[in-house]
């Protein structure tokens, strides 16, 4: 089943809304009228708003870096589904390798917001990857199985719908060291394994795996080549209207 690629940037903490209205400026004429894959953008959360705006007549999508599980409450500081959604994001990212390396997150709060984003439709961009100690130790595989088990925990196929992958070698991000295709094939065909023991094999087919670690323009189209690598997340490489363009049309 052929499965339409997903362009995904994630800024991380840069840009003012001011520097988010310039890079749609500048970024949308370059990708008008792309309509192979989709795209979209998580910028931080303050950036939201005027992302929507600029983005409103093209097909760009808008999403969140990270979301909080429970709907409203005394959490100082945090951000519901619900609210990202009514801001216009339709995506949003889950357990990014940052999140869990400087701001706790586990296995179980990816579990949390996966079901938080399912219940509200966003299309949830869960990240899993090793780190460099356990891909030399050999523990890839185990630690991919055990990301995806505890993420998918109590999750139903029916509920799963959007649900989107992003295999990110932690050694990978933001190092200039990527993943060459058949590493990330290798780990694509895993993840989607796993997910067909969860869901089933008909949902793990059509469900999009990306992956994210130095993905830009020079290495897109070997990457993007390869079969089992259904889009991309996108760090450093996204910041730039050109660049990410160039990945986008690789
Ligand atoms: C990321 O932030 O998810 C990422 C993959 O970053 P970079 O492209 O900079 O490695």
Redesign the pocket.
Known sequence: MARKKLMAA?W?MYKTPDQARDFFHNFLPLVAGHGRDEIVVCPPFVDIRASVESSKNSSVSIGGQNLYWEKEGAYTGEISATMLVATGCTHVIIG?SERREYFGETDDTVNLKLKAALEADLTPIV?VGEVLEEREAGLTEDVLRRQCVRAFHAVSTKKAGKLVI?Y?PVW????GKTATPRMAADAHRLIRGEAAKTFGEEFANSMRILY????KPENAKALMSEGEIDGA?????SLDPKSFAAVVKY
């Open positions: 994630n991380k990014h990240c992003a990110e990978a991000i933001g190092t994210g670690g130095s993905v997340l996108v760090g450093g490489a």
